[in-house]
């Protein structure tokens, strides 16, 4: 019956996200209609710049989905993890990727005090988990065991494929939109100039359309991105616990990770959403509450503490656990 249950969310999951996945699309290629025929006043104009939108994201999600995870674990500064220097964390994934039923990831460190981890790839067959070296220090082994466990439940959901493509398509969406601001900038003298005759409403509606989307589609596709990162992190907790069948392990290192005070350096706004827990801490200059890629500690420590029959955490432990101590 809980496999059953476990199936049934992912199955859910993963079409939320198609759906979410085709919005982003959608939103990119009415930008791009809406852009060029505003621009040229032409309807094979638009159709020519809703093209030019397309290949741009084609070619973004083509390179991220064959050496996106390349990209982030070099961005990452994580280096492969030998069995001769830390064969426990090789030994937790091991177990544990078998009990999931799925390959062996590679497995990387990040040479950092701040505790946290995280998993990238576009398939089980070609994934790789990175922790930090924090992370070893700081947490026992029941502990070590939820993060890792977390980390392949969105190797076993498909998550690390889906977060790659999302978040290109974000940055495509965002890109097209500087170009297309840029573009009308700049040619805007030339074309007050040009077209005082009236070139008709339609094109200034769908002008000013463009200008509006180019300004709140990127917000909205960041938006589409943090939604389906939080709900994610749910499911994963999840999984880990189906794996473990430990909740109190992958709690623990919740609290833990959540008091830790120290920054991980090498993460920044475009690799937050991949990691255990949002490495961009409230106490720091970069946090923002708006672009929060997870969900709060607390409130993933309760869910957990409903699987065991425990009590929720008070007020005073939430504002100590998301202060960072």
Do not use: C
Request: charged letters at 20%; proline letters at 4%.
């Amino acid at each position: 019956m809980t496999s059953n249950t476990f199936f049934a969310q992912q199955r859910a999951n993963r079409m939320k996200s198609f759906l979410l996945l085709m919005s982003v699309a959608v939103l990119l290629g009415a930008f791009g209609f809406a852009a060029g025929y505003g621009t040229t006043g032409d309807p094979f104009g638009g159709l020519g710049f809703t093209v030019i939108a397309v290949i741009i994201a084609v070619v973004m999600s083509l390179s991220a989905y064959f050496g996106g995870a390349k990209m982030v674990l070099a961005a990452s500064r994580a280096r492969p993890a030998e069995e001769t220097t830390h064969p426990q964390l090789l030994n937790v994934v091991r177990e544990l990727s078998l009990s999931a039923g799925i390959p062996m990831p590679a497995v990387y460190l990040i040479h950092d005090s701040a505790p946290n981890a995280f998993a990238t790839g576009r398939s089980p067959k070609h994934a790789s988990i990175a922790v930090t070296t924090g992370l070893l220090e700081k947490l026992d082994r029941e502990e070590l065991q939820g993060v890792i466990a977390h980390e392949l439940g969105h190797v076993r959901n498909l998550d690390i494929r889906f977060m790659l493509l999302v978040g290109v398509l974000v940055g495509g969406t965002a890109l097209v939109a500087d170009l297309f601001l840029r573009s009308t900038f700049w040619g805007m003298g030339r074309r007050r100039g040009g077209d005082r005759g009236g070139s008709g409403g339609l094109q200034l509606i769908l002008m000013a359309v463009a200008l509006v989307l180019a300004i709140l589609a990127p917000i909205a596709a960041r938006l589409v991105q943090l939604s389906v990162s939080r709900q994610r992190e749910y499911l994963a907790d999840a999984t880990a616990v189906e794996l473990t069948r430990n909740p109190v392990g992958l709690e623990g290192a919740l609290w833990k990770i959540g008091a830790d005070r120290d920054v991980l350096e090498v993460a920044n706004r475009s690799t937050q959403h991949l990691y255990f827990a949002n490495p961009i801490r409230k106490f720091e200059a970069r946090a923002s509450n708006l672009w929060a890629t997870h969900p709060p500690l607390g409130d993933r420590i309760d869910r957990l503490r409903t699987l065991r029959g425990g009590s929720p955490l008070t007020e005073d432990e939430r504002r100590r656990l998301e202060s960072g101590g």
